[in-house]
C-alpha cells in the first residue's frame, strides 16, 4: 500500500505532502484545510500534492506590497477588472489550487461566478499572473508553474527573478521572453496602460 509521503524541496520549503491514494481532500476539504493553518501559504497541484509554504520574509514581502500597489493603483484607474494580492487562491481548470503573488481577472470573467465561488478558492484562471522569485526559491519549478498558468488560460505572466534581475514574460502561443535588468515592464495589451515600475521591486 501507497504511504503518506513527506519530502523537502531544494532548501526547508515548500515541503510536498502526498497524500492520495491514502487521502483524497475535496475542494471544500482542501478550503477548510488551508482556513485552519492560516500561517502557511498552501498550494495543491493538479496532481493532488500539497505545498506548503512559510511565510515570505520581510524584504520580498515588501517587493510584493509594491507591486501589489502598482496593480491595484492601475487596476482602479482602468476599472475594467480588479485585482488580488498572494493571499488569493484560485482553482484552475486542471483541478491545481494556486495563489500567485498578484494577479488580476477581467470584471466580466470574475462577475460570472456566483458569490460562494467568489468567497472560496475561484475556479477560474487570473487573466494576469506575477511570481517572485526570492533568494531561496529554485528557478526550474516557478517557469513550470508559469507555463501551467498560460495553459490554463491566462492571458499574460510576469516572472519576477529578483536575485538575477530578470523579468520572465509568458504569453499564450508564443515562446517566453526574458528581459535583463528592465526598468519597467508593460501589461500591453491584456492590462492597457499598466507600466510596472521595477526600480522599486529590485
Given amino acids: 500500500m501507497t504511504t503518506t509521503q513527506l519530502t523537502h524541496q531544494v ?15 475535496t475542494d ?12 502557511l501559504r498552501i498550494e495543491r497541484t493538479a496532481t493532488g500534492e500539497l ?5 515570505t520574509d520581510s524584504e520580498t514581502g515588501n517587493r510584493n506590497a509594491k507591486l501589489t500597489v502598482q496593480l491595484g493603483n492601475w487596476a482602479e484607474r482602468d476599472g475594467t477588472g480588479i485585482g488580488f494580492d498572494s493571499s488569493s487562491g484560485f482553482t484552475l481548470p ?11 481577472i477581467k470584471s466580466k470573467r470574475w462577475n460570472s461566478l456566483t458569490p460562494e465561488q467568489q468567497k472560496k ?28 498558468y ?22 499564450p502561443g508564443v515562446g517566453v521572453e526574458c528581459l535583463k535588468n528592465p526598468a519597467t515592464v ?6 492597457p496602460g499598466f507600466v510596472l515600475d521595477l526600480s522599486k521591486i529590485w
Avoid at 51 to 55: A, C, D, V
Avoid at 94 to 104: K, Y
Avoid at 151 to 160: K, M
Fill in 51 to 55: 505545498l506548503i509554504m512559510s511565510p
Fill in 11 to 25: 532548501g526547508n520549503y515548500p515541503l510536498v505532502l502526498r497524500l492520495e491514494p491514502i487521502i483524497n481532500l
Fill in 186 to 191: 508593460s501589461g500591453d495589451p491584456v492590462l
Fill in 121 to 148: 478558492f475561484a475556479p477560474i484562471c487570473p487573466d494576469f499572473v506575477v511570481e517572485f522569485r526570492s533568494d531561496s526559491d529554485n528557478l526550474a519549478p516557478l517557469k513550470t508553474k508559469m507555463k501551467e
Fill in 94 to 104: 486542471n483541478g491545481a489550487e494556486r495563489s500567485p503573488d498578484a494577479a488580476w
Fill in 28 to 39: 471544500e476539504q482542501f478550503f477548510e484545510f488551508c482556513q485552519i493553518n492560516r500561517d
Fill in 150 to 171: 498560460i495553459e490554463n488560460g491566462a492571458s499574460l505572466g510576469f516572472l519576477i527573478d529578483r536575485k538575477n534581475r530578470d523579468v520572465y514574460i509568458y504569453r
